[in-house]
């Protein structure tokens, strides 16, 4: 149980267009769901934290206009990055915690890797 | 504030033991997780420490000390398959997870 998909699992765009990257709970609700990039050799990094049905909450120096959140249900939260640009280039990792759950492991997702030419 | 430390890198011999420490300073304290990620992979759990002591499973145990801010991740007879990052983050209620900046373990035959 407690499985994260995230879709797609690598995209490569051009500078200046948009990506969306999904994130699922396949077997649990999420009421949060949590957006990481992490640049190489370097750890996670938190970009924004997304509650069903309410505006997420965006780190410190993490431009929300740029980095669009959407969490419109319980198991499906989306990040898109908007006119990207090759230093958006990264690993984008997305995390869930079930809120049905006392533990307050937060469950991974695959990542995605993005690469902006 | 929050401040995890770990160390960088650290290199071990196939078949020996490591030990991976990391001390915090945060601002709450609810529990502390080790995570290991794989190059190009997304972290995988190993372990989640609440109380004080040692919690052993398998080959790897994890040890907290709340007094002293201090955790430590224990490796026993190393393969190969664990050279990888060790990422030490900690749990302070109803908010995500703060991770410190890993430690690459490298073991070498």
């Known amino acids: 149980g407690a499985v994260v998909s995230q879709h797609p699992s690598w995209v490569i765009c051009k500078s200046g267009t948009s990506v969306k990257i999904e994130c699922r709970s396949l077997?649990?609700?999420?009421?949060?769901m949590f957006w990481y990039r992490q640049f190489p050799k370097q750890s996670l990094m938190l970009m924004a934290t997304?509650?069903?049905?309410?505006?997420?909450?965006?780190e410190q120096g993490v431009e929300k206009d740029k980095f669009l959140i959407n969490h419109a249900s319980l198991t499906l939260s989306t990040l898109t990055v908007t006119s990207a640009h090759p230093e958006d280039s990264s690993f984008y990792i997305c995390?869930?915690?079930?809120?049905?759950?006392?533990?307050?492991?937060?469950?991974f997702g695959p990542g995605t890797r993005l690469t902006v030419t | 504030g929050q401040n995890i430390d770990q160390p960088t890198e650290m290199t071990a011999t196939e078949g020996a033991i490591v030990q991976i420490n990391c001390t915090y300073q945060?601002?709450?304290?609810?529990?502390l997780f080790w995570y290991q990620q794989h190059a190009g992979e997304a972290p995988t759990f190993l372990s989640y420490?609440?109380?004080?002591g040692l919690e052993e499973k398998g080959r790897f145990s994890s040890f907290l000390s709340r007094s002293k801010g201090y955790s430590y991740l224990l490796l026993k007879e190393l393969q190969m398959k664990d050279s990888a990052s060790y990422l030490c983050a900690v749990f302070s209620g109803n908010t995500p997870l703060v991770f410190g900046k890993g430690t690459r373990l490298s073991v070498i035959a």
């Open positions: 420490n609440v109380l004080d």
């Open positions: 945060t601002s709450g304290f609810n529990g």
């Open positions: 997304s509650n069903e049905g309410s505006k997420a909450t965006y």
């Open positions: 077997d649990f609700q999420a009421t949060t």
């Open positions: 995390s869930a915690r079930d809120r049905q759950g006392t533990s307050y492991e937060q469950y």
